[in-house]
Every structure is written in C-alpha cells, then in structure tokens.
C-alpha cells in the first residue's frame, strides 16, 4: 500500500541536452528509496537510454557482488514508429498511461526525459508533481528558459522551454485542477568566482519570480557523479559498497539533501509512517 492516494511524480526535464537530467533521475531514485520509500521510473529517453542502462548496470552490479542495493522498477517508453502524427501520439499517450498505471502502488515515480522536444516530454511534463529542471551555469542553458537583452542583460520574454512548460501546467490544471512545482537549479557549478557565476544568480532570481519557478541552490562540478555510471552506483551507495566518502562526496550528498528538502516530502513521511 503507497502512502497516498496516488504517486508522487517528479519529471527530470529541460529541452537542453547535457544538463544533469539522468545523472539527477538516478541520484532521486536512489535518494527515496533509501528513506523507504517504494518508487517507480520511466525513461521517455528511451532511444538514448541513459537513465535505463543506469539502472540496468545497477543490477549487474547487485548480482555479480552480491550486494543488497536498493532498486527502483523501471520502464522505458520507445517513440511510436507510427506514420501517421496523430496514430503515433495516441500510442505513445496509451503506452505512458499504461506505464503510470503499472506502477501506481508507488509512492513515487521519477520520470527522466530527453534534452529535446517530443510529444511524450510533453505528455509527461502535463503528468508532474514537481518539475526539476538542472541548467548548466550559460547563457546558452539560460536561452532555454528566457531571452535576455545581450546589452541590457534585461529579460525580454520567455523562451521556448519556459513556454513549454507553461503550457504543460495549463493542461495539468484542466486535467487535475491543480498545478505543478518547478524548480530550476543549476549544476556542474565551478568552485572558482566568474563574474558569469554571478550574473546567472542574478538573473535566475528575476527570471524566477517572472516565469514562476523556485530556485534551488545547485550542483558544484564534482568527478564522482561521472565516475559511478558503469556500476550503476550513486553517492548514497559509496558507504555500503566500501567507497571511502571524501569532504567533497559530504558536499554533494548535502546538495541532493537540499533540492529534496525543497520538495516538502514532510506529509508524505508522515503518511508513510501512519500505513506501516
Ligand atoms: N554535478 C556534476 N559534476 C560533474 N559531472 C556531471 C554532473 N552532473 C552531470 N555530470 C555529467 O554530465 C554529463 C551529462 O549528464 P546527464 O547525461 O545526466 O545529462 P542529461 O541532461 O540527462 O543529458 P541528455 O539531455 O543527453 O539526456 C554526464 O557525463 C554526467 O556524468
Ligand atoms: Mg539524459
């Protein structure tokens, strides 16, 4: 039995490539499961898969050392090789539905989608809880979200994503009469002062009050997050796996502590505690 009615989604997303979507998916899952927490995943990136090697090195791992690590159950949603669009949206629409159904005993589902634009992105953005969107610290990533006067440094309007995403949050509201959280945050930052560093605060700030989105306080560049990949491994298995934790493995593990923290998962511990 779930501690809710229904599962907790968060969809991992940015129509930007290389931002830290699966690295993050993966980091979450783990992250939940190890509060106790029974949680489901699906990769809409099914064609580059990242996120679903990620879990499948996992089990290889468990299985070759023989190691009780936490796992979470795992879909991956191909694209519809339908040749009509509408044919092929509706298959994909029955296949995400049917995946969502499939793991409705959750308590969460983390969804991991691709760094460009499709239907099922989409269709899952519609479906979110909590939106985590991680941005690399430029322009570039910033350009995703808003266009900015390159004179002025002002916020001329919207981009692309943010459009998106606005869209997305009208059909959730049609759909379930309530909205979804977004939560930008940047990642992969450099421990070193840039004069960048700190304009991107700056207009992250403004950019959040205008288009509706909380800030989180981010991911440093850290070695370990691409290190762990082929194992299947995240920061919270180094312990158990016999992985000595350096000051920087205590930071970033405090870095994920935050950005759960800002997803207030206060009333769904309690209700956890009051079904167990
Ligand atoms: N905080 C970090 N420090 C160092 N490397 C990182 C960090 N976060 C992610 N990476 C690395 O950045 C690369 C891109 O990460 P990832 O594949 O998670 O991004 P993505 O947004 O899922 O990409 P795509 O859009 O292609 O699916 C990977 O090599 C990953 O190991
Ligand atoms: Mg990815």
Known sequence: ????????????????????????S???IVHLLRLGFKVGSIDIDARQGTLSRYIENRRKYIEMNGKELPISTHHAILRSNLP?????QEEEKKKFLSCLSSLKDKDFILIDTPGNDTFLSQLSHSYADTLITPLNDSFIDLDMLARINSETREISGPSTYAEMVWEQKKHKLLRER???DWIVLRNRLSSIFAKNKEEMQFLLNKLAQRIGFRLASGFGERVIFRELFLQGLTLLDLQDVGIEMTLSHVAARQELRALLEMINLAPL???LENVS
């Open 1 to 24: 039995m779930n501690a809710q009615e229904k599962p907790y989604i968060i969809v991992l997303g940015n129509e930007k490539g290389g931002t830290g979507k699966s690295t993050l």
């Open 26 to 28: 993966m980091h979450l």
């Open 84 to 88: 009509t669009i509408l044919d092929a």
């Open 178 to 180: 309530t909205q979804f």
């Open 269 to 271: 511990i309690e209700r």
